[in-house]
């Protein structure tokens, strides 16, 4: 009769070591745009709920991206400029992102494009703002969301805005 031995403590202790340590590491990126990312330990009181990030990868000298993954598996993208500043997110997945947390002081210029909507009768589809300050786009039905919010001027020299939107 063959009998199975539990697995030793000391066969699994190194692995769960290394992935104890990678998750205190983690980071969650609260960025903004038009502020500077800001890197919080992941168990922070006041973080992001379980949004985190996966790379941050340099893509040109003019900025880099951040690409987060929220518990609902909507995928964020952050654009950073040379100056630490975020000029641009765009996002898609099921469900959409929280975009007060994303827009930060320019949540208010995408209400307001949800209420003039509202206010022409029309509920739901394309929200779209075009502003010297702000051009936003966010769209889709549930469980396919996608969009896009960039800062004209904070936008590197040389790079073409529409090559990073979906």
């Not at 009769?1 to 983690?26: D, E, I, N």
């Not at 994303?102 to 509920?123: C, P, S, W």
């Not at 800062?151 to 990073?164: A, E, F, N, R, S």
Request: charged letters at 15%; proline letters at 8%; aromatic letters at 8%.
């Amino acid at each position: 009769m063959l009998t199975m031995k539990p697995p030793s403590f000391t066969m699994w202790r190194t692995p769960a070591f290394a992935l104890a340590a990678s998750l205190l590491l983690c980071t969650n990126v609260q960025a903004a745009l038009g502020r500077a990312p800001q890197a919080r330990p992941a168990d922070a009181a006041d973080a992001a709920p379980a949004a985190r990030q996966l790379r941050a990868a340099p893509v040109n000298e003019a900025y880099t991206v951040s690409t987060l993954v929220e518990p609902t598996g909507t995928v964020v993208r952050e654009f950073v400029n040379a100056q630490q500043q975020v000029f641009a997110v765009v996002w898609a997945g099921p469900v959409l992102p929280d975009l007060a947390v994303f827009f930060g002081d320019h949540f208010t210029a995408y209400q307001q494009a949800v209420q003039q909507k509202r206010a022409a009768g029309q509920r739901g589809g394309v929200v779209h703002a075009r502003k010297p300050e702000l051009v936003m786009l966010s769209r889709g039905r549930m469980g396919n969301f996608e969009g896009y919010a960039y800062i004209p001027t904070l936008v590197p020299h040389g790079v073409d805005i529409k090559t990073l939107l979906p």
